[in-house]
């Protein structure tokens, strides 16, 4: 009779849960479509750029506009990427056109992981973000920075994973051949 009560019990809230997490994933279907060029949106899956609703006609609305992008790209939680798409957008978000902002819309919905690789040459980008202009005035900007001021030998080699770490040169015993491995 306990093992029964137990399992009405669970049932009863697994139900509850799953209610509340339905009621979550409803207000949050209501903010995607209320800001849904803030998320939502991945141009490699879906290429539609009529979706995005971007208002530059009032320079109130191109404000707020710009302070949101401005925003994610300096607080993405990645700070290299931070660091890079940040200045990048303080830089050139005034001078954009409906087009540009949409193109760094695009480049902003990237995830972090896979955009950092993509900028700094560890891997090839697929063909739609290749032929974003943010995407290639980004990437020729971080390319040109890393052969002006790294060396080489500090880099991945593209296509190969990163395996050098901060403790190459220790070299103690017992530690680390090589790397962080």
Excluded: C
């Excluded at 404000?63 to 990645?78: A, H, P, V």
């Excluded at 030998?153 to 680390?176: H, L, N, Y």
Aim: no cysteine.
């Amino acid at each position: 009779m306990a093992s029964l009560r137990r399992s009405l019990i669970s049932v009863h809230r697994i139900l509850n849960s799953s209610r509340s997490f339905a009621a979550a994933a409803s207000s949050q279907a209501r903010f995607r479509t209320q800001y849904r060029w803030v998320s939502g949106f991945s141009p490699i899956a879906n290429n539609n750029t009529q979706s995005l609703d971007i208002d530059l006609s009032n320079e109130e609305s191109k404000r707020r506009l710009f302070n949101r992008l401005l925003y994610r790209s300096k607080q993405r939680g990645f700070l290299e990427l931070d660091l890079v798409l940040g200045k990048w957008v303080e830089k050139h978000i005034h001078s954009m056109d409906e087009d540009g902002v949409k193109a760094l819309v695009h480049v902003l919905d990237l995830e972090n992981p896979d955009l950092w690789k993509w900028l700094t040459g560890q891997e090839q980008p697929p063909e739609a973000v290749k032929i974003n202009p943010v995407f290639t005035s980004m990437r020729d900007k971080v390319i040109n920075n890393l052969n002006s001021y790294a060396a080489p030998e500090t880099r991945a080699t593209p296509g190969q994973p990163w395996v050098r770490g901060w403790d190459d040169i220790k070299k103690s015993p017992g530690g680390p051949i090589a790397g962080n491995q």
